[in-house]
């Protein structure tokens, strides 16, 4: 038997955060990712991460509203993912992302969401999110189409947090020339 995939976090500014993620076939492969994913989302301590955040232009993204291994009831895996409509009241919620460690931002979402995706099994299903589990969707769903938390700042919160997101730019810089003095 092979080892379990294991993923490290994908950090801002990285490139393929930026790009669009890609459709994925339904397969044995696909379900051990999102294994994988929900592995790496739980020792990352998060509610939702999406594949890009894992390095990979992929349309999955996995959440548990309880962020604990321990509740699997919580858990869904969202397979090319599309979504239909964003309604109801919009809500203003302090969000943090796995891709921008210790930075938070208010950001303003509508209440509701109603998405089509496929399970990891290749059953298509059309679902209304509401509350915080189609706020963890309209996140996640976000790093598919390449937009970031930085993109939904407010200039007060990006003047906020402006050192911690040139911290992960220089980092993000060093890690790129100590990659390129290996080559």
Avoid: W
């Amino acid at each position: 038997m092979s080892e379990p995939l294991e993923y490290d976090l994908t950090l801002f500014p990285d490139p393929v955060l930026r790009k669009r993620a890609e459709p994925v076939a339904v397969d044995e492969g696909l379900r051990e990712l999102v294994r994988a994913m929900f592995r790496r989302m739980y020792a990352s301590e998060g509610v939702g991460l999406a594949a890009p955040q894992v390095g990979l232009k992929q349309r999955v993204l996995v959440l548990n509203e309880h962020g604990e291994a321990e509740r699997p009831e919580g858990e869904l895996a969202l397979i090319n993912p599309e979504i239909l409509a964003r309604e109801g009241e919009p809500t203003v919620y302090e969000e943090g992302c796995l891709s921008f460690p210790g930075i938070y931002a208010e950001v303003t979402r509508p209440a509701r969401c109603r998405v089509r995706y496929q399970d990891p099994d290749g059953n298509t299903h059309e679902t209304e999110f509401e509350g915080f589990v189609a706020r963890i969707v309209q996140h996640e769903y976000d790093h598919l189409e390449g937009v970031l938390l930085v993109d939904r700042m407010s200039a007060a919160d990006k003047h906020q947090n402006r050192l911690a997101l040139e911290e992960l730019k220089a980092r993000y810089a060093k890690k790129q020339a100590k990659a390129a003095a290996k080559r």
